[in-house]
């Protein structure tokens, strides 16, 4: 307001706080999550729920084109994200979308190792993190289950691991994995692990178990 009144009269000041409210407080909260800060004590963490129902998936592609067998990388690797991929047996899903040529081998390197696995779509963890000024949803690219663990998969550049917007995500994630792991010991359920991995890293030779013990976060 003492802003305002610098170049406005008082019942200009006031209109301009009346029409513009919902801005001005957007504007304001922004500047003071920028200077706040959280002291945590101890958090308790209550599972309501051990379970939860798959989420549907939809994807768009091109009209009368079939999915291309999840075995054969694209000839276009730049336009990924554009390909329908099917052929799966393991996967959750009868078809999934990948965006990167590294997530394709990862996907056959589970479909030869794991139980079963998916790419989560949105809302199926809701893994909360934040970034800046808001409270984002994390959603991580692959989960698979071998006989002995729950894996949580995030393949990502190499130059991209030590940002920090990732390193948020990984952050919420471990905690996520420690939580779900101490909920399994209830009923001998299998621990779950976090698993970043530097894109390049990734071929379709390597073991699950292999880049697990080299890139599972704990």
């Known amino acids: 307001m003492k802003h305002l009144r610098t170049y406005l009269p008082e019942e200009e000041t006031a209109k301009v706080l009346r029409c513009h409210q919902r801005e001005i407080a957007r504007f304001i909260q922004a500047q003071m999550q920028g200077h706040c800060w959280e002291k945590v004590v101890e958090h308790e963490v209550v599972v309501k729920q051990g379970f939860s129902d798959m989420k549907a998936c939809a994807y768009s592609a091109t009209a ?43 996907a056959v390197i589970l479909e030869r190792e794991a139980i079963k696995w998916f790419r989560p779509p949105k809302g199926q963890f809701q893994i909360i993190y934040r970034w800046q000024t808001e409270h984002r949803e994390y959603q991580p690219d692959f989960v698979a289950e071998t006989k002995d663990v729950i894996y949580m998969l995030e393949p990502k550049r190499r130059d991209q691991v030590a940002d920090p917007e990732v390193v948020a995500k990984k952050d919420v994630a471990v905690k996520w994995c420690k939580h779900a792991s101490d909920h399994a010991k209830t009923y001998s359920g299998k621990p779950w692990k976090y698993v970043l991995i530097p894109h390049d890293e990734i071929a379709e030779n390597m073991t699950l178990v292999g880049l697990a013990q080299r890139f599972s976060k704990e």
């Open 64 to 106: 009368n084109e079939s999915p291309i067998d999840f075995r054969q990388a694209p000839a276009d690797k730049s336009n990924m994200a554009r390909y329908l991929f099917g052929g799966f047996s393991k996967c959750l899903y009868p078809v999934e979308k990948f965006q990167s040529d590294p997530e394709r081998k990862l």
